[in-house]
């Protein structure tokens, strides 16, 4: 199961979409109250997809969370940013893509985070 956080409603959307046709299993979330919820359900995530677009400082308490539940996740940041970097990397986030994506590398590092269990 992958889990997508993504303020962006049609954001959000597209994403699950997108990795559903890529046959995964997405729980799309919108909000830190949400996540909070799925992190403590303890449903079985393998990875989390995290866009930081729109989202506080809180966001990195989210990334904590899953660092401390060796939950491997990726960060997806609007602009290219050392800031935002050091700061995703300093939470624990396996890797950071900058949008706009690009697919091929989007899906193989989705596949390597998920292949590391």
């Known amino acids: 199961m992958i889990l997508a956080l993504d303020r962006n409603q049609r954001n959000l959307e ?44 809180n966001i990195w308490g989210c990334c904590e969370k899953l660092q401390k539940w060796n939950i491997p996740f990726l960060v997806i940041s609007p602009r290219q940013s050392t800031a935002i970097q050091q700061e995703s990397l300093s939470h624990g986030a396996s890797s950071i893509l900058v949008k706009p994506l690009v697919v091929r590398e989007f899906l193989g590092i989705i596949r390597s985070l998920i292949n590391q269990d």
């Open 14 to 57: 597209l994403l699950a979409q997108f990795l559903s046709r890529e046959g995964y299993s997405v729980l799309p979330v919108s909000s830190l109250e949400e996540f909070e919820q799925i992190i403590i359900s303890s449903q079985p995530i393998q990875l989390a997809i995290i866009d930081i677009s729109g989202f506080d400082r």
